[in-house]
């Protein structure tokens, strides 16, 4: 999969988690993905039902076929909050998606809340 992201990541731990755990949901490295996630956690994808356990969440994104490429657009972050967008290309044409992501607290680095828009 080509992965066209922003290299300015580095100075925030917070937009590098983001940008990590994108590109280990789309190649399939849920190990690597379930590890930054708190234990208590929701998954919500706004036109699906919500998950709100690793395993399910492994059982969901292992069903999604791998994208030829991702491109993040930009990764922002602030206190406990952090959010992205871009796109993908799948054999079906393009999605584009917008993360927003929630962290336990504002010096954490454990996701508690994922929300995902895509069209």
Request: a positive charge.
């Amino acid at each position: 999969m080509k992965i066209t992201a922003p290299n300015d990541c580095d100075n925030s731990p917070k937009r590098r988690i983001v940008k990590d755990l994108l590109i280990d949901l789309y190649n399939g490295d849920y190990d690597d993905l379930l590890k930054n996630i708190n234990e208590s956690f929701v998954y919500q994808r706004i036109d699906k039902p919500a998950i709100n356990n690793k395993e399910n969440l492994k059982k969901l994104l292992k069903k999604q076929s791998k994208p030829t490429s991702l491109t993040i657009d930009q990764i922002l972050s602030h206190g406990k909050f952090g959010a992205c967008n871009g796109c993908l290309e799948v054999s079906k044409g393009v999605i584009h998606f917008a993360y927003f992501f929630e962290f336990k607290s504002a010096g954490s680095n454990l996701i508690k809340a994922i929300t995902l828009y895509q069209v």
